[in-house]
């Protein structure tokens, strides 16, 4: 009989993971601006899910645990790069290759503005908007409440407002990053 338990149980995880790995995937890629990584990132979520599984299918919000695991994982994979680059950082602190006038408006696009918020802000900003989850699917999602969902949201497009600067006018075969947030054009997310 049991058995009967563990099939229906793996049957349900293909199920789960067929359903959900490809917005995992996407997931993990906004929020450590990785598309390398983002495959890795789900993968080993969906792993540990699945180590925990009993657990992971009586949640009320599996899907949301989910997310909170990619979500928890691309937090630590972005703590070991910047750890990284600390120590680069360190040992090359004596060159000066700084650009008197650079080209900013050539440099900046979406992705790279996310890349440089904060994890929370990106993370909140990430899942309203372009994964257009509700606010309290967002604060499920981080483990978080959701008055800090609406404020790392506001602060988050604030600072990608001020990344990203004033735009030219929307055409109507644009993509937009969120319902009425014309400012923030999607370039491949």
Known sequence: MGTVVDDAASVEFHDFFERHYSELARLAQLLTGESDAADDLAADALLALWHRWDRVRA????????????????????????????????????????SENPDVPGMVDVQEALRRLPF??????????????????????????????????????????RLLGPREAPRADDKWFGPGRNLLRLHGI
């Open 120 to 161: 929370r802000k990106r993370a909140c900003v990430v899942l309203r908007h372009s994964f257009d989850l509700s606010e309290k699917d967002t604060a499920l999602t981080l483990g978080v409440s959701v008055g800090t969902v609406k404020s790392q949201t506001s602060k988050g497009m604030a600072e990608l407002q």
């Open 59 to 98: 949640a009320d919000h599996p899907v949301a645990y989910a997310r909170g695991v990619v979500a928890n994982l691309a937090r630590g994979r972005i703590r070991s790069a910047v750890r990284e680059r600390r120590r680069i950082t360190l040992v090359w602190s004596q060159r000066e290759d700084r």
